[in-house]
Each structure stands twice: as C-alpha cells, then as structure tokens.
C-alpha cells in the first residue's frame, strides 16, 4: 500500500513500525463551540483508513484528542460568563454527541489535554532541562532557532519565517520564532501547579505528549487538517525531536480543507455549516458520501449541487439494497438469469476497490469501483424479478460484497432504508424483542430471538445506526 507523506512530500510504501499493528494519531478538535461540517472532513477520512487497515488484518490504534483547555476556550467562555472548564466539558459532549450521529466509531482513545497535565509538564521539564526551552514570567518557550530540523514538515526556512506568536505581557520572548509549550495563568484562568508556577500547557505541547503517551516513539501515522502542518504539527516535531533525538513519527497525512461560498449556500440550504444543523436536514451518509466522493487531499467545494449528487448516490445504494433484498426473500422457482455478469462485476469491483484503496486511499476510485457492482447488481435483479428465479447464492455473495466495501468507507445500510418492506414482518418483531431484552439485560430472550432469527436464514448485526439484518450467505471470499 502506497501512502502519502507530508514529510517526504511523494507517495511511499506503507509498512509499520511494528509487525501487523498500526498506530495513528488524529488531531482533534478545540472544543469552544460546535464542529462544522468541516471539522468533520478528517475524522471521517481517518475512520476510514482504520478501517481499511483493519480489513488488511492490521491491529489499528487510532489516537484521536480533545483539546480541552486552550485560549480560544478561556476567550469564549470569559464572552459568555462561564467557566472556561464547564464551555469545554459541554463542548467537548456536543463534539461527541454530533460525531456519533454522523455515525463515526469513537477512537480507540479518546485523550483530554486536561487528564495529561503531569505528562504535559514532564515533557516542559525535559526542554528545559537540555536547553531546548526556557522559562521567562512564568511560561516556557520553545528555542525554536536550536533545533535544526524546524521547518523540515511544512517546508519553511527559519530566516524567512514570520513570528507565529505574539510575546505575552510580562514575558521575554528570546526570538519571535520561539513559541509557548507551558503559558502561565492569569488571574481567574484555569491552572495546574507546575515547576515555573501555576500555568497551562501550550496547545502544541499537548499532542506531543498525548501521541507520544499512547504509541510511543515513531508511530506510524500522525494526521490531521491540512491548516495543521504548520505551525501546530512543525512544533509538535520539534518538541518531540529535541527531547529524544529520534523520529517522531514516521508519516505525516494530511486532509485538504473543505470551501465554500458561504453566502449562496446559507440562501439555498441555510445554515448546514454546523454538523448538527446539517444533521437535522441531511441523512449523516449524505455528508459521508460527499466527503469520500473526492480524494482526502484535494479541497472539496461544499455545495448545494455536490450535496445533491451525494444523496442520489445514497439513494441509488438503498434502491440497489432494497431490490436485492426483496429478490433474495420472494423470487420463485423460475429458472435464474445468466449469472455470469454479476460474477464477473463482482470479482473486478473487489479487485479495483482494492487497487484504488492501496494508492493513497484513493476513495473516490473505490467509490467508482462499487457503482459498477450496484450497477451489475440492479441489471440481475431486474432479469431475476422478470423471470421469477434468481441464483440466490450469488445474489446474495454480490449483495454482502456491496456492503462490506460500503461498510470500509463508512456508509451503512439496514432494514430501515427499505422501509421494512423488503422483510418479514416476523424477523423484524423479532429484531425489536432482542433490542428490548438486550436493553433491561434479559440475555436468555435476548439470544433466544437471536437464534429463531439466524433459524430464519439471517444474521443480525449490531452497528452504531442499530441493529441490521443480513441474509445469511455464503462467504465470497475477500
Ligand atoms: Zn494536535
């Protein structure tokens, strides 16, 4: 697999730091206010990946943080008369709240800078212990002119950098290059005991010590917006590189921003610049949809007309689905349409997907890939519903194939999409009788629905828009 690295700016062979595992850390969000729609552009894309490594076979750790005290935080909750840790802590729910309703899987860890205070501060310590950081009224500044690699990620040059941070009252700042790993508090700001006195981390300093905390040295994948390279991920570096001396992290990937010209968009949708408010008037897929129907690097044009191609393509899939389903459960004895096609399509979907996915998570390739199998999929149940027959082995092989490369870029069907038309009544009571026995922990009736479902000739699986039903099949194999 070929991934791109913002280090090295080409494409590179992709292998781990340790056999068969693979670390990766996320930039999360600064939790002052809600997300927008484009905030959620790279947590789906690195979803996404995950999930992709995981069907490789890989052990995938996805790191993903919540910056939880930051100025910006301070700023807005001085603005509206709350304590900035009580904005932060209702903020940092709603982030949560709004990405699971996008239908995102929470990271494998979830860190808060605010529970990683001692790591924090330990890592100021060694900066300032080996002369890569000094303290001046209470805060700590990284010497950002002693480390020679500055500037390697974003491809800047020292001498020509403008000062990304302005010295703050009562400090001297050595160089304006320097920048703030440990800020001391002012009064009524919230503060953790620390060897310069009380103070905060810098924001940069937080991910090195969350990423470094949880996969070690030289972990494989660090990520994040593309407005991140610098100065944010070029101080992550250099704070980690100046403290060990050896590579922080290996590849560096990052997701191109999402434009818009806000003011047509507001006058033909309204405000969907939020992710809730977009919620509110979109099925989560649309958004989905949109994001993997464009390479992860290119800037992606967030319009009414993208957002509309998006959701036909949804409801192709669900029309593809439902025809399926309902062949699979009522076609007859008649004798079945050639086969033949379907196979075919098949094996070249699996095969392009594949290809396209090993080339810099090629998305938009792999979504083209799986619209020629819908497409195959739709000519054979229309020939299957027209003779009355269908080969129900390899309907259903070609069925769950669509759904698990679907399932890889993170749009998920179920029984809903089809109104429950397309099942038995029976199964879908039975589905609901396990759901409530699951919820009251009755287990016993619970895997006893379960049973007389699988009985029926389906499996149920639990995915975060709830449970779905599958026809049970043969394998085909990946
Ligand atoms: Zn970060």
Not at 44 to 65: I, P, Q, T
Not at 71 to 96: C, H, M, Q
Not at 138 to 145: D, K, L, P, T
Not at 159 to 187: N, T, Y
């Amino acid at each position: 697999m070929k991934l791109y690295n913002t280090l090295t700016r080409k494409k590179e062979e992709f292998f781990p730091r340790d056999e068969g595992k693979v670390g990766i850390y996320v930039c999360g969000p600064t939790v002052y206010g809600f997300i927008h729609v484009g905030n959620a552009r790279p947590y789906v894309f690195f979803a996404v990946l995950a999930r992709y490594l995981r069907s490789m076979g890989y052990d995938v750790k996805l790191v993903e943080n919540i910056t939880d005290v930051d100025d910006k935080i301070i700023e807005r909750a001085g603005k509206e008369g709350v304590a900035a840790g009580r904005l932060a802590t209702d903020y940092a729910r709603a982030y949560v709240d709004d990405t699971r309703a996008l239908g995102l899987e929470r990271p494998d860890v979830e860190p808060k800078a605010t529970e990683h205070i001692s790591e924090i501060i330990d890592l100021c310590r060694l900066l300032v212990g080996t002369g890569m950081a000094y303290e001046t009224g209470g805060s700590v500044y990284f010497r950002v002119e002693k480390f020679p690699g500055y500037g390697k990620l974003s491809g800047q040059k020292t001498g020509q950098m403008k000062h990304c941070e302005l010295a703050r009252e009562g400090e001297a700042k050595e160089s304006p290059l320097d920048f703030a790993v440990w800020k001391a508090a002012k009064p009524g700001e919230p503060s953790w005991e620390s060897p310069w006195g009380p103070g905060r981390p810098g924001w940069h300093i937080e991910c090195t010590a969350m990423s470094l905390k949880y996969l070690g040295e030289g972990f494989d994948i660090h990520g994040g917006g593309r407005d991140l390279v610098f100065p944010h991920h070029e101080n992550e570096i250099a704070q980690a590189e100046a403290v060990s001396g050896t590579e922080f992290a290996r590849g560096w990937m990052h997701v191109g921003m999402i434009t818009t010209k806000e003011e047509k968009m507001s006058k033909s949708v309204g405000n969907i610049f939020l992710l809730r408010e977009f919620l509110k008037r979109y099925d989560p897929r649309v958004l989905i949809l949109f994001f993997i129907g464009s390479h992860y690097r290119s800037p992606l044009e967030f319009s009414a007309a993208n957002l509309d191609e998006a959701a036909s393509q949804l409801e192709r899939f669900k029309n593809c689905f439902w025809k399926a389903d309902s062949v699979l459960i009522e076609a007859g004895t008649g004798a079945p349409p050639d086969g033949r096609p379907l196979e075919e399509a098949a094996a070249t979907t699996a095969e392009q997907f594949e290809a396209e996915m090993q080339d810099d998570i090629n998305t938009a390739g792999a979504l083209a890939a799986v619209f020629g199998l819908v497409k195959s999929i739709n000519e054979y149940t229309e020939q299957a519903s027209a003779a009355g027959g269908a080969d129900h082995g390899l309907l259903g092989r070609a069925r769950d194939l669509l759904e698990r490369l679907l399932g890889i870029l993170g749009v998920e069907f179920n029984e809903a999409d089809y109104g429950g038309k397309a099942l038995p009544k029976e199964l879908l009571e039975l589905v609901e009788q396990r759901e409530t026995a699951r919820r009251s922990k009755d287990y016993a009736v619970a895997d006893a629905a379960r049973d007389k479902i699988a009985a029926a000739g389906y499996e149920i699986r639990d995915t975060p828009q709830g449970p779905k039903l599958i026809k049970r099949t043969l394998d085909f194999g990946s």
